[in-house]
């Protein structure tokens, strides 16, 4: 069988690790993959946001299977455009993919049937929006409409900052057209849960809890990244509050997309924050979360191949998705700098084999030598019979992995451990 994954970071590495357990798996494509994963699969220099390219290419090896792991090529029709090819995918449509394309729609889905967010408003000029803010609760939350790598959502502690953040979003289009419409909406407090989940449409089946670090520094300072590392599962994440949002969130979101014709298949991924007044959703992604993937995807232990073609299929019901007992830590080695302005080209060097457990996010190959190629560089990621064991084993493999300029936090999974001292 030949696989073709569309995209090329840290996500799609661990994607593809899991993928290559199933025997009947003779080839897997990377369409572009990076340095990295050319260890695991044929990396293809087409962009994963080039549809005309990713399509002429499964064409043209007979592709048997593809997954689209990316926001960008599933929001623009990349699953639509396959499909269209008789070429099964793993992802949503684009008509469902708006769940994440579009912070307006996502909202008003969950004013509309119920499902528990906080309170927001909807702008389309700057001066609505800025008049609002003279008398919006402080702090408060911006966002994007659409799709901005992820730095689309800004707290703002303060009303300057929410005004500034308004102009730049607006006025100074930092974020292209994905600020022509924002939503500002209430600030929420309490932990927050990472559930990434299987659904046909039919069942939505929940994978193990994460917890992401955004901030770029320790103690949760600094600037928002992609994310800094993961933990799972979420010690906050206790069985009495995931009855709870499978009840509340997760089947009522499934049943709304398809109330509205937009059936979702794929990983719908939420983010959730757990409040004084219980569960609510902060955000919808319509894709594996990226580095919650490399936490989870090593926990699973039922064939992944399999639950996915059984999502493209919709008979998810007839498959038994299990997870291990154990924990997972991923700390992301990143360069200096990042997320703003950073230098690569340095040589990725590792002591014995720890490498062919690490998920490369951002590298390239150069004469056989694996260089620094993006802001995040490496997910050392590792198990664990519990969660501190998981974390030392991961920062156990950081000391062996060695580039100039490289920088981590030291304090991936302290939160967590602190929360699961507060359980005990």
């Known amino acids: 069988m030949k696989i073709m994954v569309v995209g090329g970071g840290g996500r799609e590495h661990a994607i593809i690790k899991k993928l290559k357990e199933n025997e009947s798996v003779e080839k897997i494509y990377a369409l572009p993959g990076n340095g990295g994963i050319a260890a695991d699969a044929e990396c293809v220099a087409v962009k994963a946001t080039d549809l005309d390219g990713i399509c002429e290419f499964a064409k043209a090896n007979a592709i048997d299977y593809a997954v689209v792991a990316p926001d960008d090529p599933l929001v623009l029709g990349c699953v639509d455009r396959l499909n269209e090819l008789g070429i099964p995918c793993f992802g949503p449509e684009a008509k469902a993919a708006i769940i994440e394309g579009s912070k307006v729609f996502s909202k008003n889905l969950c004013k509309k ?3 528990p967010t906080a309170q927001y408003e909807v702008f389309t000029d ?4 800025l008049n609002y803010l003279e008398t919006a609760p402080i702090p408060t939350v911006i966002k994007a409409d659409g799709l901005a790598l992820g730095k689309g959502v800004i707290i703002a502690e303060t009303r300057e900052d929410a005004k500034k953040a308004v102009k730049e979003m607006m006025e100074d289009k930092v974020f292209g057209k994905s600020g022509d419409q924002i939503v500002i909406e209430e600030f929420l407090t ?3 849960v990472s559930v990434l989940s299987f659904t046909d449409g039919k069942v939505v089946v929940p994978m193990i809890s994460s917890m992401d670090h955004k901030r770029a520094l320790d103690d949760d300072k600094g600037l928002n990244t992609g994310g800094m590392g993961t933990v799972a599962p979420n010690p906050y994440y206790t069985k009495s509050i995931a009855d709870r ?6 089947v009522p979101t499934m049943n709304a997309m398809n109330a509205e014709g937009r059936t979702f298949k794929g990983c719908l991924y939420f983010g959730l924050m757990l409040t004084p007044n219980g569960p609510k959703v902060i955000e919808f992604n319509c894709r594996f979360g990226d580095p919650e993937t490399q936490v989870v995807l090593p926990l699973l232990k039922t064939d992944l191949l399999e639950v996915m073609q059984a999502v493209t299929n919709s008979t998810l019901s007839d498959v038994e ?8 830590a991923c700390v992301v080695m990143a360069s200096s700098g990042y997320p703003q302005k950073y230098e690569t080209g340095f040589e990725i060097t590792a002591e014995g084999d720890v490498m062919k457990d690490i998920f490369v996010a ?4 150069e004469d056989g030598k694996l260089l620094t190629g993006g802001g995040r560089v490496l997910g050392v990621t590792a198990l664990g019979s519990c969660l501190s064991c998981a974390i030392n084993n991961a920062y156990e493999k950081v000391n062996k992995v060695h580039f100039d300029n490289a920088f981590y936090r030291k304090d991936i999974g302290k939160r967590a451990l602190q929360a699961q001292k507060g359980n005990d």
């Open 126 to 129: 700057v001066e609505s929006a």
């Open 113 to 115: 049937y119920g499902i």
């Open 321 to 328: 998705v299990e997870f291990s007992e154990e924990s997972a």
């Open 190 to 192: 309490g932990p927050e």
């Open 362 to 365: 951002g590298a390239r190959l």
């Open 245 to 250: 949002c499978m009840k509340e969130i997760f």
